[in-house]
């Protein structure tokens, strides 16, 4: 199951060994049926619920069993760890079994992740919307700096220190957003990929495992069944 909504999407399903990758926003992640294995920089430990923060390097085995994997706008509030995780795995074994609107927006409070941040730089902000918008497109970084009245070492310096991560990385990230929607749309991944931006089919699959550890198949292939809460990125 995918669900696809403004700034999230959630994968469910059986995962075994995840190899190492940098991940390039927050990504919380749950075991359905167990706890799972992580490793974040080096450090290995059975968890329930994680989040780990943007730029960290990870690797997981979620032992064959089922895992419920979001990775997260850093455009949203900043997530720290549920408060609630018993909740949030409830919630999701409610979602892996049908769909429900109400149920995913609960999910969402309960993570923590149902409010655009706004205490960034405002044009920080505008930045990131100028990002997601032209993700589709090839706009140069020093485009989007000067659009917003900065340098382009300053506006990286920036995403590097309230987003923690670079403007190309969240352009990629915003990218597979795009990705996810025209799947969902009925779309296949070649022409999915050329209108979220990327080169081809190939230069999907290297990004993508560079991101998540997995490829595009994994999450996109077989049966998976999409579900489109919202296809902007208009946060």
Request: glycine content about 8%; proline content about 4%; charged content about 20%.
């Amino acid at each position: 199951m995918l669900i696809v909504d403004v700034g999230r999407i959630l994968f469910i399903g059986h995962v075994g060994v995840v190899e190492e990758h940098r991940v390039m926003v927050p990504i919380f992640a749950a075991g359905l049926d167990d706890e799972y294995k992580i490793t974040i920089n080096g450090a290995v430990e059975r968890v329930r619920t994680r989040i780990a923060s943007a730029d960290q390097v990870r690797s997981v085995d979620g032992l064959g069993k089922r895992l419920a994997v979001m990775p997260i706008d850093p455009a949203l509030s900043p997530p720290g760890e549920p408060a609630d995780p018993t909740r949030c795995v409830e919630l999701l074994n409610v979602l892996a079994h049908e769909f429900s609107l109400e149920v995913w927006v609960e999910l969402c409070s309960a993570i923590g992740i149902d409010e655009p941040d706004t205490d960034r730089p405002v044009a920080l902000l505008e930045a990131m919307r100028l990002v997601r918008q032209s993700s589709d497109e090839n706009v140069a970084g020093a485009e989007i700096a000067e659009q917003v009245g900065f340098s382009l070492s300053h506006l990286q310096h920036l995403f590097r220190a309230h987003v923690g991560t670079s403007i190309r990385s969240y352009r990629t990230w915003s990218r597979f957003v795009l990705l996810a929607s025209g799947l969902a749309d009925g779309l296949n991944i070649t022409d999915a990929a050329a209108a979220a931006g990327f080169f081809d089919s190939a230069h999907v699959a290297r990004a993508f495992s560079q991101t998540f550890g997995v490829s595009p198949s994994f999450v996109f292939g077989g049966k998976t069944t999409i579900h489109v809460v919202a296809s902007t990125q208009d946060l």
